[in-house]
């Protein structure tokens, strides 16, 4: 395990998520050496996380190791660590690992270091709203939106009023976006389906199930047609949309809206779910200082046509991070991407002319709101319902057996969609009781220690309707 | 979802273990409104734990939720609570949820807590040595496990020294019970197939793999003969068996040992595993107290012949908790207990005489070694390798598909068994990073952040051998 000076160029991909993984992949015959440093040790397949915050996946389905993904591409290794330096001159990364400083000099640089979650200058609110980017962050939703209903039935059999039940068992998705609709869609189906034969004190079908958007529409990135269908299955499923309502603050009990005229008004909700906006990876700006340039308002840096960052053509920012065009933020355009930026590196490394112009095809976008139900446009097809859903699965499972022959993923979705059971949806003592509870104890605490009386009789759990 | 006093009486479960839920499902059709109080909202498949601690299995395979499993039984209800009080003399138990109080009322009590993990008084090990009794703790050990492969990786990469490798990659099993014998054989899996081609740096077969116990044998509740055989096995898969070794002192480096000469050595190992001992609930001390009973050295408070607690006709005491005939501490005592303690309440429900003594019936006791090898006797025969884990897998099966179907297992052993790949290797953040930085910190920083070079060069990752 002696270092020796390497002869092959160093490619140095930083982040795992579609695009590093897929520049990586792609570089798998290409005479060099890639590292990949990411600061999980999984890929995520990111468009699948609801399904882990709603008990339908595990994360092993939707989170698999990276170096398992790499184990035969032979030139590649993954090493875990969080960047925290840039330095261009020197062609230097700099990595912290549980406080291990590294340095990792390139040859050739793809940041893919994607997005987190933006609370929009309000960081205060994710202790109470969490966002939706990461396996950390569906295990807390899955342990608050199933401990909510565990709260709520003690509380019914506590007698407690009905204005706090009412809270119990309001949850609120914040973003009307794809992950948003997916969100409020399976937390209605939780609420209608899966759970609606286990509780004795509570009808988790009076559930409210709130999503709300500061836009005017729901699926904004979306046709209009296909919207207007969108928001009409939403509320077909009992789902309040309220969009034009804005967001101004956020505790243990609910949320405070704003609409567009300014007029304020308060949702009472135990259980909120941040979907609302994400801003690129600091590092975007860290490249931005070092060559003179702005971050756009989601925190992107713009990019040359061919991916590469002004000045280095041997720096190439791909996916979420780079502005380019207005290009969403989609998987799409991170694979592609990624893509683009291996080619470029091959042709370098053959002497061939670089520098060719990133072209974006669209394949397409699509949008679950429930099972069977999903929206999607191909250029200028559109689809709806049942078809829609249809491509979504294919979509989906291709993607995923992509990195994995997941069997098991297709044998929970029958289940989930077919049956109306949920496979997963174990939560840990870490999430309810550590982290609810240390979280958010002063206000749990409080609210659920003081109640109407303190030592009700035990009241017989009333008789399950069929 | 008012209250009114129900005609009927309540029997009152704690725990929501094998006693607690076969004893609630045994009351199914009695004229009774049973409540099962529980710490977790799941009920938890303990003898398969160490396939999630070592990614073969998701959490929601072996952790259905209690409330899914009773959920077609309609006098039963689920309540998440943590007993704090048993009053006797008023026929009440004391809740806590989340600071929430709450009294219980019961007519019969059966009481199923079962155990916790004990440290022999030293509960300082467990920071270093968590157990194996619950989810989170599988959890915890998944991202040790896996973490630690991580960070030789890491420390390989930097050119470290052979000792802090070699401390990396050494894993300590404490305790050769069943529980022990199969987390050591499934690390030595990781190490020899699962993990094989993933690293650049490091070699996963050069992982040393220790099983130790006070003791001077494996498996001491097994015959003899099937003991050496697993100790044969044990050692056929490279794992180095150590007997007659007590652990007097843990640390984040390592663990110290004496032998039965009173000599004390020392074993240099990140990672370490306590699956030595256990110690019943709290709550036998509790019951002990009122009525003037001592519990034995494992904390289990004596019961009559028919599972009652002396002088309480009312209360029956199941389960690990129990001390009856040294019975031991198996799935089947609890379940079989559970099941008479419901027969005895419904023959007094009928006015039918009660007080029938529990017998046992010994089903047999199996354990399994790696994959393809387990030991098994069922009265007098006696099982070993290919067959015995047939049995096991037969057993196994037939348990977790009791409680719900669930084919995704068999395929996810399928995988694991017949293949080499894991699907669940996902660790969270909140496991790698929180836990064991904030719980390690310290220490792995202080050990990670002092090296032989600051600032070493880049290595070339070695070419991974066919």
């Known amino acids: ?85 840039i330095d261009l001159a020197a062609r230097e990364v700099h990595t912290d690992t549980l406080g291990l400083r590294r340095r990792h000099r390139y040859d050739h640089l793809i940041v893919a270091a994607g997005t987190n979650q933006s609370w929009f200058g309000h960081d205060e609110f994710a202790d109470y709203a969490p966002g939706m980017k990461s396996i950390d962050d569906a295990l807390e939703l899955r342990g608050r939106i199933f401990g909510a209903y565990e709260l709520a039935e ?28 997916e969100m409020a869609g399976q937390l209605a189906e939780l609420a209608r389906r899966t759970l609606r034969r286990d509780f004795r004190h509570i009808d988790p079908e009076n559930a409210r199930v709130i999503l709300l ?29 309220r969009l034009g309502a804005m967001v101004v603050g956020v505790d243990a009990y609910g949320l405070d809206v704003e609409d567009t005229d300014g007029n304020r008004g308060r949702i009472e909700a135990f259980t909120k779910v941040w979907a609302a906006g994400v801003a690129a990876s600091p590092l975007a700006k860290v490249l931005a200082d070092q060559v003179g340039l702005q971050v756009d308002k989601q925190g992107r840096i713009p990019v040359e046509r061919d991916l590469t960052l002004p000045g280095h053509p041997e720096v190439h920012v791909i996916g979420d991070m780079m502005a380019l065009d207005n290009l969403p933020g989609v998987a799409q355009v991170a694979i592609q991407g990624g893509r683009h930026a291996a080619a470029e590196i091959r042709r370098a490394l053959r002497g061939e002319r670089t520098g060719q112009p990133f072209h974006y095809k669209d394949k397409g976008n699509m949008a679950t ?45 029958a289940v989930s ?50």
């Open 1 to 85: 395990m002696a270092s020796t000076a390497s002869p092959r160029p160093r490619v140095l991909i930083i982040g795992s998520g579609f695009g590093g993984l897929f520049a990586a992949q792609a570089l798998k015959r290409a005479d060099v050496d890639v590292t990949v440093v990411a600061r999980t040790s999984h890929h995520l397949f990111q468009p699948l996380l609801y399904q882990v915050a709603t008990g339908i996946l595990s994360p092993g389905e939707i989170a698999p190791p990276t170096r398992e993904v790499l184990s035969r591409q032979r030139n590649a290794e993954v090493l875990l660590g969080e960047v925290i330096e």
């Open 154 to 181: 003690l509380a019914a059999a506590e007698g407690r009023s009905a204005e706090e039940l009412s809270r119990l068992m309001t949850f609120v998705v914040i973003g009307a976006g794809p992950t948003g609709v």
């Open 213 to 241: 958007d500061a836009a005017p529409t729901v699926l904004g990135t979306f046709h209009e047609s296909l919207r207007g269908k969108a928001e009409r299955s939403l509320e077909q499923l009992g789902i309040q949309v």
């Open 369 to 413: 709101i429930s099972r069977f139900r999903a929206i999607a446009e191909v250029g200028r097809i559109k689809v709806t319902g049942f078809t829609a859903w249809v491509m979504w699965l294919v979509v989906h499972l291709l993607y995923i057996i992509g990195f994995k022959s997941q069997v098991t993923t297709l044998l929970r979705w």
């Open 417 to 466: 969609f077919i049956g109306r059971g949920r496979a997963e949806r174990t939560i840990t003592q870490q999430q309810v009781l550590a982290r609810l509870a240390l979280q958010e104890t002063p206000d749990v605490h409080r609210w659920l220690a003081t109640g109407p009386t303190e030592h009700p009789e035990d009241s017989r759990p009333p008789r399950r309707r069929e």
